[in-house]
T-cell receptor
């Protein structure tokens, strides 16, 4: 399957700071990228969907001014958590979808664990 | 997208087949059944998908009932590394459409 990477894999920051998470599709062009959040012992919850070159579409209850998403190219999307607070501590996972094959599966990154102190 | 129902947890002995059921009684004609799994603290991993025919790949087999209202994922020879949460997801075949994850089935492969 295709490879999607995330960086960093783990980050610890102080409350009030901003954190940027990168998501890269390494061997295919990702026309659409998705950002999910997963709290302990819970399932993945979609935060937003982004298409290359256009604004992201956010799910209900997700603050677009707090979670800034940029999908500037077909291989890179970034999620910036602005003014992070302890309640933003979570496992953030991106996935990418593109016209790589007919299966139309999404390829998921390894996740980024954010801890806000 | 149609909703799916899975048992919250299952155990399986190492080396035996693991059969994970999924109910999707409201599936529509153009919706596929996808299976992903998530090993602790990792991103979900694609396993297999199907429309109405049974499918097999190097990881697993997918058996879909004739009425398509349920399916079973089969891991033929479970290993300890197959311990994970398995998600059954029903979704239309449209590019750019997201997956909706339910709680999944936590499979524990026991030595």
């Amino acid at each position: 399957g295709a490879v999607v990477s995330q960086h960093p894999s783990r980050v610890i920051c102080k409350s009030g700071t901003s954190v940027k998470i990168e998501c890269r599709s390494l061997d295919f062009q990702a026309t659409t990228m998705f950002w999910y959040r997963q709290f302990p012992k819970q399932s993945l919850m979609l935060m937003a969907t982004s298409n290359e070159g256009s604004k992201a579409t956010y799910e209900q209850g997700v603050e677009k001014d707090k979670f800034l998403i940029n999908h500037a190219s077909l291989t890179l999307s970034t999620l910036t958590v602005t003014s992070a607070h302890p309640e933003d501590s979570s496992f953030y996972i991106c996935s990418a979808s593109g016209r790589k094959n007919l299966a139309n599966e999404q390829f998921f990154g390894p996740g980024t664990r954010l801890t806000v102190l | 997208d149609a909703k799916t129902t899975q048992p919250p947890s299952m155990d399986c002995a190492e080396g035996r087949a693991a059969n994970l059921p999924c109910n999707h009684s409201t599936i529509s004609g153009n919706e596929y059944v996808y299976w992903y799994r998530q090993i602790h603290s990792q991103g979900p991993q694609y396993i297999i998908h199907g429309l109405k025919n049974n499918e097999t790949n190097e990881m697993a087999s997918l058996i879909i009932t004739e009425d398509r209202k349920s399916s079973t994922l089969i891991l033929p020879h479970a290993t300890l590394r197959d311990t994970a949460v398995y998600y059954c997801i029903v979704r239309g075949f449209n590019y750019g459409q997201n997956f909706v994850f339910g709680p999944g089935t936590r499979l524990s492969v026991l030595p």
